[in-house]
């Protein structure tokens, strides 16, 4: 009996230690769990979600906002489309990054030997977003014009979070904040209407507020020539008599030419005979806008910044 016993004391004193190992182990695989998700960031966008590893090394970027908000953070990339890169973006080009094709051509082949550790893209690729998707986490960058300044402050605040910069974008958003209001104010005491339209080999179209260039009205506070202007990606075909019926105060041109890397021909197509009538062109308002923030940028730090400088100095 005492065999027996002395049997079962030892019996016990294993089945304590095997639980109290059990626990042990299970504490660490949780632990385990906890700090890889600390590492991670799932992030959920239009055409599903992706999980992107915290400061990611290997960066690929196909939006130009992003990539001037990278620039003004001090995050390296490692690839960009050099096929047409806006001037102010110009350091891109140089053979230290990898060229990952176009805007609407990516090098799949060059993208994939690289093994980034995230791609981002935006509207220009949403259609091949499953091909990038099979190579690496990839972030589609949404925007919504109608509501300008909250998809902005939402991508600078996702970019802050993937790169531990939160801090950082604050403060600059707050810095462009107040030049907005700044130059919100001064427009909305001068009361004047503007007209925003996109020359391109000769034809013309017109965008107003809500639209890919509607901040003018909806963000820095000119008044619409035309209220009532269809909103689509490539604008509302007009002609030369409705801008001279329109007659705004200011008209904003922006050239897609020169955009895409062609001859700046948009000063020889607006001014003419009609266009000449209208209250902008008699008080020197047709304002020339930089092609490449406005066209293929727009949405960064750095290019909201200068998008702002450059409408206020319209005044």
Not at 50 to 76: S, Y
Not at 82 to 92: G, I
Not at 109 to 135: C, G, N, T
Not at 236 to 251: C, G, H, V
Request: glycine fraction near 8%; charged fraction near 25%.
């Amino acid at each position: 009996m005492k065999k027996w016993s002395l049997l079962s004391v030892v019996f016990s004193i294993i089945l304590v230690l095997a639980a109290c190992g059990g626990k042990n182990e299970s504490t660490a695989d949780q632990s385990s769990g906890s700090s890889e998700s600390a590492d991670k960031i799932t992030v959920e966008h239009k055409y599903g979600k992706a999980v992107v590893k915290t400061n990611p090394q290997k960066v690929v970027v196909f939006d130009f906002g992003i990539l001037d908000t990278l620039d003004e953070l001090g995050v390296e990339v490692t690839g960009v489309p050099q096929t047409t890169v806006p001037k102010y973006l110009e350091k891109y080009k140089d053979k230290k990054y990898t060229n990952v094709g176009s805007l609407k051509e990516p090098d799949f082949e060059a993208i994939h030997s690289m093994k980034p550790d995230v791609i981002f893209i935006s509207a220009r690729q949403a259609e091949l977003y499953d091909q990038f998707a099979e190579i690496a986490p990839t972030v589609f960058i949404d925007f919504d014009y109608t509501h300008y300044m909250d998809s902005f402050e939402k991508n600078m605040n996702l970019v802050g979070k993937v790169f531990g910069k939160e801090d950082q974008v604050a403060a600059k958003m707050k810095d462009i904040e107040g030049i907005i209001e700044a130059v919100h104010k001064e427009i909305s005491t001068a009361n004047k209407k503007a007209l925003i339209v996109m020359a391109n080999e000769g034809k013309v179209s017109a965008y107003g507020p809500s639209s890919r260039f509607g901040l003018i009205h909806d963000v820095f506070g000119f008044g619409a020539a035309d209220k009532n202007i269809e909103v689509s990606t490539h604008g509302q075909s007009i002609t030369f008599e409705y801008i001279m019926e329109k007659n705004p105060d200011y008209l904003f041109v922006i050239d897609r030419n020169v955009a895409i890397g062609g001859e700046s021909n948009a000063k020889q197509t607006i001014e003419n005979d009609l266009v000449k009538k209208t209250n902008a062109y008699k008080n020197g308002k047709i304002i020339y806008l930089n092609a490449d923030t406005w066209y293929l940028s727009g949405g960064g730090l750095k290019s909201v910044k200068i998008m702002a400088d450059e409408v206020e100095s319209a005044l």
